[in-house]
């Protein structure tokens, strides 16, 4: 059996090759074939991959069933509960190795890592532990039509073996927000984590392991999607159901996957967030965070705010800050602790983000700030980064205006009237998020009531509270997670009925 070694991502420079393998019922396994990791920073290669084909993603399922069926669904829930928490302390015990693999992975900086990520990853598994202790179900007691009584009481069973498909953005902590409530449940699951993004659900192995999770309960396989092993784990018919967090388009072929075997299933897809900023806001308050919803993870969050909507008598002033502040952002390497910007996750993302660029201008935008490729000097220029970019003047139906570009960019457009703003910020087919920016909390109250999205944040964005409903509308998703929508996706109702 190969095993990756513990200090497989050291923040020293990541040259060394590294080999990334799958894990099915507590071994590290390998597939036939390999692809390479790459490190967005510079293109180098930092480990190679283990592919998981159809066999090893079988035998990943079956792994789980049997982890199933031995103990993790009837350990009791203060038990499992125990457990996740045992989980949250390792990965706080091991968050050097985990941020310097995320960081790896995904060139984002360090300090965003540090910050985001692996602290959100460790309160997934406290969160969904103190859920699932406490979580309440539904009882009600009737008259029957002959006199007597009746008592209808839920209770909550494992879905079974959940298939688990994450993207390359926020890998860990987007793994982790689905494993945790899944296994709070007492399900067992199967994770396939993006192809760009291998480390860190591999590293949360380990973690598994290292905490007494059962062998089999947490499984990983790795590859691509279709006719790979995104596709093999939503089609095979041992998973009860599928979570996906990524593309609406990919979302849309998973749907088409799992029809055939009546999976349930939750999506979080992507999205074109719309953010309102009134003249009457805490203007520096909502510069700096405008600055974060367009450019965090280099824009990379399906929460950034591709579209900025601005009252007309703050435009020009809104323009001229975020301009500067888009100006003033760190570009550098990602192990820089003052770089605020990386790269993009890969030399394909960036050409569609640059085309974007390219339209916006076909489309008749301005470019106030960035619109190109920066020049380092250095071994960043192999890397894949674009500057941080702002236009103006472009139609609400131009394509940028519509189509999801997942890059640093927003555009923004001026307006006159609340009823404007409203209109033009619901004139999407995705719906995930919004944010509203007024120091008039009447209006804030109103406006956000409005919102055809998942979630509406008001002189905020990107605050969480992990036990709301999280999710989108149209494009952007199916279902919610978070809280107890988290526990009633991954559980079956049994609801008993007692006449007496
Ligand atoms: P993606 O859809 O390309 O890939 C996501 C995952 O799906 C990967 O693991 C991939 O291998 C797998 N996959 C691809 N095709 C598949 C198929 N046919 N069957 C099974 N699996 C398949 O997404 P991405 O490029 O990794 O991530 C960026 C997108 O994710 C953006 O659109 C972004 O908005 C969205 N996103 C949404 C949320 C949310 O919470 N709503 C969060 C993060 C990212
Ligand atoms: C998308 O890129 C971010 C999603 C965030 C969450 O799912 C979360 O729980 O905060």
């Known amino acids: 059996m190969l095993r990756p070694k513990r200090d497989c991502y050291d923040a020293a420079g990541f040259k060394s090759v590294k080999f990334i393998q799958n894990y099915i019922g507590g ?67 091991r968050s050097d190795c985990l941020i310097a693999a995320e960081v790896a992975d995904t060139g984002k900086p360090v300090s965003l890592a540090a910050k985001l990520d692996v602290p959100r990853a460790a309160a997934n598994f406290r969160v969904f532990a103190d859920l ?45 927000w689905k494993v945790a409530p899944a296994l709070a449940c007492g399900n067992a699951v199967v994770a396939k984590p993006s192809e760009e993004t291998p480390a860190t659900a591999t590293l949360l192995a380990e973690v598994m392991r290292e905490s007494g999770v059962p062998d089999g309960v947490y499984n ?21 159901a599928v979570t996906f967090t990524g593309e609406s388009q990919t979302g849309a072929a998973i749907m088409k996957t799992v029809a055939d075997s009546v999976k349930p299933v939750s999506f979080e897809l992507g999205g074109k967030n719309a953010a309102i900023i009134f003249a009457d806001c805490d203007f520096e308050d909502a510069v700096a965070g405008i600055a974060d919803a367009v450019f965090l993870n280099t824009g990379q969050v399906c929460l950034c705010a591709e579209r900025l909507y601005v009252e007309r008598p703050i435009f020009d002033r809104f323009v001229d800050s975020i301009k500067r502040k888009a100006e003033s952002l760190r570009l550098g ?65 131009a394509r940028c205006v519509k189509e999801e570009i997942f890059g640093p960019v927003c555009h923004i457009a001026a307006f006159d009237t609340e009823e404007e703003a409203t209109r033009m910020a619901n004139d999407t087919k995705y719906g995930l998020a919004a944010s509203i920016w007024t120091s008039n909390l009447k209006r804030g109250h109103r406006v956000a009531e409005q919102m055809n999205a998942g979630i509406t944040w008001v002189n905020c964005w990107f605050l969480r509270d992990l036990r709301t409903p999280f999710g989108g509308m149209g494009l952007s998703g199916i279902g919610r997670e978070g809280g107890v929508h988290s526990l009633n996706f991954y559980s079956e109702l049994n609801n008993i009925c007692i006449r007496f």
């Open 333 to 397: 390497h990602p192990q820089d602790p003052a770089t605020e910007i990386g790269p993009l996750i890969s030399k394909t993302h960036r050409e569609k983000v640059l085309s974007y660029y390219r339209l916006a201008r076909d489309e008749g935008a301005t470019a106030v700030a960035g619109g190109g490729i920066p020049e380092f000097g250095n071994s960043l220029d192999d890397g894949y980064y674009v500057e941080p970019t702002i236009f103006t003047g472009l139609t609400e139906s």
């Open 27 to 93: 071994e590290f396994v390998s597939g036939r074939r390999e692809f390479p990791d790459v490190n967005p920073a510079d293109g180098s290669v930092i480990a190679r991959v283990s592919e998981a084909d159809r066999d090893l993603v079988d035998r990943a399922v079956q792994s789980a069933r049997g982890a199933l069926a031995a103990e993790w669904s009837r350990a009791s829930v203060g038990e499992r509960a125990a457990r996740l928490r045992k989980v949250a302390d390792a990965i706080e015990s």
């Open 132 to 176: 699932i202790s406490t979580a309440g179900l539904e009882s009600f007691q009737a008259e029957t039509p002959d006199g007597k009584r009746a008592l209808n009481y839920a209770i909550r069973k494992p879905l079974g073996v959940v298939g688990i498909i994450t993207p390359w953005n926020l890998p860990l902590l987007l793994l982790t």
């Open 220 to 240: 990983v396989v790795h590859g691509f999607g279709p006719n790979s092993a995104g596709e093999f784990l939503a089609r095979h018919p041992d998973v009860n």
